[in-house]
């Protein structure tokens, strides 16, 4: 019986260790996106810029902030400003009495934003050689585009979702 219970802390053992080695493989993979949709459409931003996930809660409106902020949320203590993808994208704006499900905390710069999506759906693992970069003038930072299973998929930098790098004057003013 000894011998069975030795066997078993063994395949045990060795079971934790792979997990361990998976998990940091997972962890460091740099091709893994946090998959959200805004306005019916799939967009992607890369795992190493989120911070977390949150059900939304009360925003704090901010006046004279940009157009599309949305206001402020106390995380834990932490003041973060809201982002409004959908304005941030330049898509035609909720329904009054739509209700913000979902916020996205990424991590810029060393700041934390949050940004209001329509909703997330999972992280994904891409793969690098089918991202197509888009030609021409484009009004963001895209990544790429990518053709996945359920159908095409907008990559987006965070830094210029949140609008952190874009100066002051950019922004407008809220209405």
Known sequence: MDL????????????????????????????????????HQDYG??????????????????????????????????????????????????EPGDSIDWIVILDVNDEHVGLVVDEVLEVQVLNNNRLEKLQG??????????????GMMILVDASTMSGINEPAAQHGAAA
Request: some cysteine; overall charge negative.
């Open 4 to 39: 069975d219970r030795q066997e078993y802390q063994d395949r045990n053992s060795l079971r934790d260790d792979a997990l361990d080695d998976l998990n940091e493989r997972v962890s460091e993979n740099r091709n893994e996106w946090l998959r959200f949709v805004v306005d």
């Open 137 to 150: 003038e484009t009004s963001f930072d895209v990544e790429g585009v990518i053709e996945t299973e359920t």
């Open 45 to 94: 931003v890369s795992v190493l810029q989120v911070q977390e996930i949150l059900c939304a809660g009360d925003i704090t409106p901010v006046s004279g902030a940009a157009h599309f902020v949305l206001g402020v949320i106390n995380v834990r203590g932490n003041i973060v400003t809201v982002v409004d993808a959908r304005r941030r994208l330049r898509l035609k704006p909720r």
